[in-house]
């Protein structure tokens, strides 16, 4: 009997590339997909010479031929950083929308499972907290982060009509705050963007008042996460995410104190739309799949930091 054959849409992006990773060693055939917009060739270089491994420049908005057997489709394709809501609104209303649709026609073509990347961000500045799958969010869909949120939101009614209209195994992560190496020096989320700050001894801009909050999660405890959904029998969204909150600000001076920064927390307006609390109800994912996050933030952040040292010493001789 062959591997079975995964498809990653999105496979050169920091959570995709760790996907493929992860299941490039639990035996699987992958296939990476990538249009190389915000995901980079380096974080699966190291994959160059594996012969269970192929990439696919490709935007998959576009029409997706893929012969033979495919068994899983994982749909990861999007920009997802604050700036990118700036710089590639229409982009990511396509690959929500167009690329969300085409992927799930491939899984319908080949009879592959299906799991869609969603997102803490469907529940926009949430008036419920910690945040249960059975809630409905708090939506701008005309702000500047609407595009993210609505791409995400219109991207899970397809993926259910799919599966209630043609019978398509279909899974819905909806991925918190996670962090690791390879995600974007500037990716303009919170994490990176204090990392660079205090290694750069910039000022570490923290918006607000610094109160609201975050839960961070690290990726190799997401994709397991991950891998466990798409085994599972479960259509409905479920959360995956850690449920340690900090606040910003909190979170601001924990960065300075590990990196032994000299960098000044400086205060900036909130942006519009910015969520005060974020955390995730994830009684859901314990039951269902056995799975809670285990690293702890200190030990992520260690070895987040050592990646982030590396690729500015690369980009600017910093750290």
Same mark, same amino acid.
């Given at each position: /009997?062959?591997?079975?054959?995964?498809?990653?849409?999105?496979? *050169?992006?920091?959570?995709?590339?760790?996907?493929?990773?992860?299941?490039?060693?639990?035996?699987?055939?992958?296939?990476?997909?990538?249009?190389?917009?915000? &995901?980079?060739?380096?974080? =699966?270089?190291?994959?160059?010479?594996?012969?269970?491994?192929?990439? =696919?420049?490709?935007?998959?908005?576009?029409?997706?031929?893929?012969?033979?057997?495919?068994?899983? =489709? $994982?749909?990861? %394709?999007? @920009?997802?950083?604050?700036?990118?809501?700036?710089? +590639?609104? =229409?982009?990511?209303?396509?690959?929500?929308?167009?690329?969300?649709?085409?992927?799930?026609?491939?899984?319908?073509?080949?009879?592959?499972? +299906?799991?869609?990347?969603?997102?803490?961000?469907?529940?926009?500045?949430?008036?419920?907290?910690?945040?249960?799958?059975?809630?409905? &969010?708090?939506?701008?869909?005309?702000?500047?982060?609407?595009?993210?949120?609505?791409?995400?939101?219109?991207?899970? %009614?397809?993926?259910?009509?799919?599966?209630?209209?043609?019978?398509?195994?279909?899974?819905?992560?909806?991925?918190?705050?996670t962090y690791g190496p390879r995600m974007r020096v500037d990716d303009g989320?919170?994490?990176?963007? +204090?990392?660079?700050? %205090?290694?750069? &001894?910039?000022?570490?801009?923290?918006?607000?008042?610094?109160?609201?909050?975050?839960?961070?999660?690290?990726?190799?405890?997401?994709?397991?996460?991950?891998?466990?959904?798409?085994?599972?029998?479960?259509? /409905? @969204?479920?959360?995956?995410?850690?449920?340690?909150?900090?606040?910003?600000?909190?979170? %601001?001076?924990?960065?300075?104190?590990?990196? &032994?920064?000299?960098?000044?927390?400086? /205060?900036?307006?909130? @942006?519009?739309?910015? @969520?005060?609390?974020?955390?995730p109800d994830i009684t859901k994912a314990r039951t269902l799949l056995g799975?809670?996050?285990?690293?702890?933030? *200190?030990?992520? $952040?260690?070895?987040?930091?050592?990646?982030?040292?590396?690729?500015?010493?690369?980009?600017?001789?910093?750290?």
């Amino acid at each position: /009997m062959g591997r079975t054959h995964t498809v990653v849409t999105g496979g *050169a992006g920091f959570l995709g590339s760790h996907l493929c990773d992860t299941l490039l060693e639990k035996g699987h055939r992958v296939t990476c997909l990538d249009n190389l917009l915000t &995901g980079s060739v380096d974080n =699966i270089a190291h994959l160059a010479g594996n012969e269970h491994f192929r990439f =696919i420049k490709q935007d998959v908005t576009e029409y997706v031929f893929l012969p033979g057997v495919v068994d899983n =489709i $994982l749909h990861f %394709a999007s @920009p997802a950083s604050p700036m990118d809501f700036t710089r +590639f609104p =229409i982009q990511i209303l396509k690959v929500g929308a167009l690329g969300t649709h085409k992927a799930l026609g491939l899984a319908r073509e080949k009879k592959a499972r +299906f799991l869609l990347a969603s997102t803490s961000e469907v529940y926009g500045d949430p008036e419920v907290h910690p945040q249960r799958e059975d809630y409905r &969010g708090n939506v701008n869909p005309v702000g500047v982060r609407g595009v993210y949120d609505e791409a995400k939101r219109f991207a899970e %009614a397809l993926t259910m009509a799919y599966h209630r209209t043609h019978d398509i195994d279909t899974k819905i992560a909806r991925i918190f705050n996670t962090y690791g190496p390879r995600m974007r020096v500037d990716d303009g989320r919170v994490l990176p963007q +204090f990392m660079t700050q %205090a290694l750069r &001894g910039e000022e570490i801009t923290v918006f607000g008042d610094g109160s609201q909050t975050r839960s961070f999660t690290y990726v190799s405890d997401l994709v397991e996460g991950i891998c466990l959904l798409l085994e599972s029998h479960e259509h /409905m @969204p479920t959360n995956l995410g850690s449920t340690d909150e900090v606040s910003v600000l909190e979170f %601001a001076r924990e960065i300075v104190s590990l990196t &032994g920064s000299g960098s000044r927390i400086v /205060m900036h307006p909130l @942006p519009q739309d910015d @969520p005060k609390r974020r955390k995730p109800d994830i009684t859901k994912a314990r039951t269902l799949l056995g799975w809670e996050p285990k690293v702890p933030r *200190a030990k992520g $952040l260690e070895v987040t930091l050592g990646y982030f040292r590396r690729k500015l010493a690369e980009t600017d001789g910093a750290g």
